[in-house]
């Protein structure tokens, strides 16, 4: 892990009309580090990285990555910045094949025409970089469970080189040993310096990868600690807030009459 | 593979059984359907007519299928992409009408042409505009500009028939270049372009990938909106060539041509994709429909029907292709 984070988020506000959805979270991501992002539902988690992924600009609050103050216009900014992200639901191409869907958008053509050999070979190349086994290239993604799908659309992700990798929720939909092929995967990454933001829900996935944990409550960061200091435990009473309060946070928390330790 | 001792029948047998073992049935019914259903269209045919089957009707047939090939190609990236177009038919009358009317008044042959053709492409990205930036839906989006058409192309010629034609212009559509008749080449020519595009080009790899998944396409960098736009001019401008070899075939530009061809035209593109291997639309595939509607016209012509059974036969042939290709899961 190198010394100067590769992302530093600072003051990130983000209104949606009345809407608080963040408020002053700062962010910091190391190379070759994983973070995991936490929080319940509606704490800011999607929205962080939404502004990280260029879908939306912070209302205040600067990003810095590597050093360099950046306004991410748009998602295609983002990646020219190095960001690549994974959505939940998956951005491959079914009828596609494998080499195809990993260079959707950034096909090698020679003299205007498809280099399909070499897309064929370094795709090949990528997936045994990533130790990712079993899949006939020529097969149609369609035809690929949804461990693999995810494995090939992380694939593609690391493909564009990007130095900060965000990933929501990849694990969600896949079974238990799929899903410890795609945490492999994002150890992978990370040895290979790649910055990786990880959102979850599941505390044992998040648990087995992450460095750190930075917990979202609300739209304010109320944890951010090392992985090694803290227990699953004391994660998700930061997550859901039952800690003893100060008469500021129980201030707060009044003004959200509907929501009390869910 | 050969066994040994076994008989040549009995090997013949066997290996007809793997054959057959080895087809998908479920998955290639309808594809055999199609197929079995065009050679039986064509043997009939033949023993009704025995003019039919005769080399110069064929090459009449190809003459004939050059209008509607160009057609087919040209709406085939656009279907591809899950989009759709109305207004090819009457374009192609409009821009038939426009081109035989400016070489009639005297234009260079080039002008002649290739204003008509820019006009195409402008009401090619009419649509597209329309479509995309507007979010109609296609459907009505060139519902409305077919009409709009149709009024120009009454418009412009007046209602009347315009016979005036330059030789030049008539060689594009009549003539022949030794035995075979001229519109064959720029056909080949744009069939070679439609191919290539397709099958080898980024932006064929696209309009499947868009239309397999716009979101997907999104999400990957690539520019759906000016993309769709963009093919609403391509297919334009290919029923704008289309419009200009039927005028030149005709002689004459002849209100409601086009507008005639706009059901043969989709006919011809879900045939291809009918008897492709995968159900996928493609080039080659429209290529291959066009002529077999080219030929099923020609067929209905010769056996002593009436033009208007064109419409039935065509029509009844669409609904069962396009029954067919939903069940085979592709576009």
Known sequence: MSKQPVLIMRGISKRFGGVRALQDVDFELHAGEVVGLVGDNGAGKSTLLKILAGVYQPTEGEVFIEGEQVGIQNPKHARRL????????????????????????????????????????????????????????????????????????????????????????????????????????????????????????????????????????????????????VTVDDVVKLIVGAEERSSEQVKQSITYPNREGS | MHVKNEGPIAGLKRNLRGYAMGIEWGRELPRIVAIASLLTIVVVFGCLNSRFATLSNFITILRQACILTVLALGLTPLLIQGEFDLSIGALAGFIGVLACGFQASGYPLFLAIGIPILVAGCIGLLNGIVVVAFRVPAFVATLGMMFALQGGELLYSGGSLITKINPLYRFLGQGWVGPIPTPIFPMIGLALIVLVLMQYMKLGHYCYAIGASRRSAMYSGIRVGAFR?????????????????????????????????????????????AVAREGKLTALGSVVGAFFIALIKNGITMVGLGWYWESIILGSLLIVLLALSSTRGSK
């Not at chain 1, 238990?176 to 990454?189: G, H, P, Q």
């Open chain 2, 229 to 273: 736009i963009l093919f609403f001019m391509f297919t334009a401008v290919f029923a704008a060539f289309g419009g200009i070899l039927l005028t030149s075939r005709l002689g004459a530009a002849k209100v409601w041509a086009g507008e005639l061809l706009l059901l043969p035209t989709y006919a011809a593109v879900f045939l291809g994709g």
């Open chain 1, 82 to 229: 190095g960001i690549g992200i994974v959505y939940q639901e998956l951005s491959l191409v079914d009828s596609f094949d494998i080499p195809s869907n990993i260079f959707l958008g950034r096909e090698i053509t020679r003299w205007g025409m498809l280099a399909r050999r070499r897309m064929r070979e370094e795709a090949r190349v990528v997936l045994d970089s990533l130790s990712i086994e079993s899949m006939p290239l020529r097969k149609r993604v369609h035809d690929l469970s949804g461990g693999q799908r995810q494995a090939i659309e992380l694939s593609k992700v690391v493909h564009t080189n990007p130095r900060i990798l965000l990933a929501d929720e990849p694990t969600a939909a896949l079974a238990v040993k799929e899903t410890r092929r795609i945490l492999d995967l994002l150890i992978r990454f990370k040895e290979r310096g790649i910055g990786v933001v990880l959102v979850s829900h599941s505390m044992p996935d998040v648990f087995a990868v992450s460095d750190r944990v930075v917990v979202l409550r609300r739209g304010k960061k109320v944890g951010d600690v090392a992985i090694d200091t």
